[in-house]
């Protein structure tokens, strides 16, 4: 197993090492990384940016926002923020199994005097309270686990920055939603800085993995994922996109995810759609929308096309049926 610590606080780069690792350094079966952003909203790859974010607030504020390679929800990461990721070849072993990649986490606070639980859909909380949210993403039968550590965040930007949808404000109300977070550090029975959160971290790491070592990257690498950050994670398509053309948006959110859809729909034909959500998914939903294509804006149409494969791979723990409600009543 190798470890990397980032010293960028460039979120695109961070996020383009983190893909360079996952995709290229294919040889390595096991890799651990550890990162902190500037102020950044970091979107699951199938959402709808300007949907999840308030331009006008990370405009004026000078916050990055960027996307990343997994699923799941809009997070808010500053440099008290600490982000780690575990990457994978087996990926059979346990795919979403967020529980067992979280392990490291919740021994490390364990010996600082804090009791962490796993719950929910892919939190980490102490007290009931979230500090933690959890991704994966799959590539060519590898995995990539990430979370986000929330050590001593300012909490007060999380609300402006962040646009909360209607149905969440609907379904738990605002004011519990705020409530549920809370940052590491004001946990602690002894208060430190988010390096040495880090430090304490990486060495409950090495403990569980005693032959694990240090990653150097070749100048030759580090200008391959610099072109990785201007070329996707830092380019525009790739983080915003053009505003698909619809005629109908649908949106629909179940316990294990939301899934929006804008469909082109011309005399009751599908001519395009477009697929966004916090959902998660092994598969690219770019798979979904090529397959609708042409078919009849009808439940039964849809969920016969869906039925031709296994929804679970882009859409976990929602059935074929599910899915199919989702796009058209």
């Avoid at 950044?40 to 926002?65: P, R, S, W």
């Avoid at 606070?109 to 909380?125: C, I, S, Y």
């Avoid at 977070?181 to 060495?203: G, H, S």
Wanted: hydrophobic share 40%; charged share 30%.
């Amino acid at each position: 197993m190798k470890y990397i610590v980032s010293h960028s606080n460039n979120p695109a780069f961070n996020i383009a090492l983190e893909a360079y690792a996952f995709r290229e350094m294919l040889d390595e079966d096991e890799i651990f990384i550890l990162w902190i952003n500037e102020p950044t909203i970091v979107i699951g790859k199938h959402q709808n940016a300007i949907e999840e974010i308030n331009k006008e607030y990370t405009d004026a504020h000078v916050i990055h926002v960027v996307r990343r390679l997994s699923g799941g929800g809009a997070v808010y990461h500053d440099l008290n923020n600490l982000n780690y990721t575990i990457i994978s070849n087996k990926a059979d072993e346990g795919a979403f199994d967020f529980k067992t990649f979280s392990k490291p986490v919740i021994d490390t606070l364990a010996k600082l005097g804090v009791k962490a639980e796993f719950t929910g859909r892919n939190d980490l909380e102490i007290d009931g309270k979230k500090f933690c949210g959890n991704a994966q993403a799959y590539y060519k039968g590898r995995m990539m686990h990430h979370g986000c550590l929330m050590f001593d965040v300012d909490t007060s930007v999380l609300a402006d920055a962040l646009k909360v949808s209607k149905d969440k404000i609907e379904s738990k109300g605002i004011k519990s939603v705020r409530a549920r977070v809370t940052n590491i550090n004001d946990e602690l029975p002894q208060k430190m800085d988010v390096l040495a959160f880090r430090d304490a971290l990486l060495e409950q790491v090495k403990e569980e993995n005693p032959d694990m070592t240090e990653y150097e990257f070749s100048e030759a690498e580090l200008e391959r994922i610099s072109q990785s950050e201007k070329e996707q994670f830092g380019n525009w398509d790739w983080i915003y996109g053009a505003a698909p053309e619809y005629t109908i948006k649908r949106s629909v959110r179940y316990p294990a995810g939301k899934i929006t859809t804008y469909a082109n729909v011309e005399k009751s034909v599908i001519k395009s759609i477009k697929i966004y959500g916090d959902f998660f998914g092994i598969g690219d939903v770019s798979d979904i929308e090529q397959l609708l294509v042409g078919s009849r804006y009808e439940y039964k149409d849809i969920l016969e096309k869906l039925k031709t494969i296994d929804t679970n791979n882009y859409f976990s723990r929602m059935t074929t049926e599910e899915v199919a409600k989702a796009i058209v009543a």
